[in-house]
């Protein structure tokens, strides 16, 4: 599904790098190259919440072609009932056809 809005281009993406791993000069350089122009991630400090769009670069080094693809990333929970995901996500269930809240969870 199409989605797109203003702030997810208030943070830089994620940066994926698929195949970049031939001992060539040149595919090093391109590797180098994507990877300066966005900031390093810290994995330990990183907010999840903040990452917002992934940016995938694939080589195929029989083609010499790369790859581009913009992802949109949206953080939801998992493991939890419908009900209680609703919540989470700040959208209000119909609680009228309930008697208590417990139903809901």
């Known amino acids: 599904r199409h989605r797109m809005h203003e702030q997810q281009f208030t943070h ?4 994926v790098l698929s195949n970049f791993a031939c001992q060539q000069i040149q595919v090093k350089l391109m ?3 994507f990877q300066n122009m966005f900031p390093s991630i810290n994995v330990h400090r990183v907010n999840v919440n903040s990452i917002k769009r992934c940016l995938l670069v694939s080589y195929d080094a029989e083609t010499q072609l790369l790859d581009f693809r913009h992802y949109s990333v949206k953080v939801v929970p998992v493991g939890v009932s419908k009900g209680l995901k609703k919540l989470l996500q700040e959208k209000f269930p119909n609680m009228s056809r309930l008697e208590d809240i417990s139903e809901l969870l």
């Open 12 to 15: 830089h993406p994620l940066l």
């Open 31 to 33: 590797a180098s190259m």
